[in-house]
């Protein structure tokens, strides 16, 4: 069994600036210049002969180069406790569409997939007993963040292992758009 996903990678530019505001708040994960990306789908653990129909599946999804910006930040969590805080994606046409794309290759491929709204975002840290004010203080210094719009050319069917440590991705197979 291996644990997939698709997605689009930051570009490093990109990243970087984002790196530069991954600071002052204790309690915080954050996410490695290597691990930032904004997620398409989320296909779980599948076996092998799977993977690779999904694989295969996959290149069917592809649309036209596009551009994305980054923009605003904000968190997920229940009423009790933020646990994750993310850079917000503009709203995008062909990302959604791409998106979709990446769904429909899973049901095509036997993958079951959760059933619930794209909201694309890319996840800067995951909180751990981190102080709400501080949270909320760090999302209102950092909430007017807007990057430079990036060239989206190709997109990623991506394998992760969860590690102690948070978790550790692999490039499986890249497609060009």
Not at 10 to 20: D, K, N
Not at 52 to 57: G, P
Request: net charge neutral.
């Amino acid at each position: 069994m291996v644990r997939l996903f698709a997605a689009v990678a930051v570009p490093e530019i990109i990243g970087e600036a984002l790196a530069r505001r991954q600071t002052g708040l204790p309690g915080a994960r954050w996410r490695s210049l290597d691990q930032l990306h904004v997620t398409l789908a989320f296909y779980g653990e599948v076996g092998e002969r799977t993977a690779d129909d999904l694989a295969s599946e996959l290149t069917r999804a592809a649309v036209r180069p596009f551009d994305l910006t980054l923009s605003g930040v904000g968190a997920f969590g229940d009423d009790h406790q933020t646990q994750t805080l993310w850079a917000g994606v503009e709203a995008s046409e062909p990302l959604t569409v791409l998106a979709g794309r990446c769904r429909a290759a899973a049901e095509r491929a036997g993958v079951d997939i959760e059933r619930r709204a794209y909201r694309p975002h890319v996840t800067l840290a995951y909180l751990r007993g981190a102080d709400r004010d501080r949270v909320g203080a760090w999302m209102i210094n950092h909430n007017l963040l807007k990057s430079p719009p990036f060239r989206v050319d190709r997109f990623g069917l991506y394998s992760s292992v969860l590690a102690h440590d948070g978790s550790q991705y692999a490039l499986e197979r890249e497609y060009r758009l």
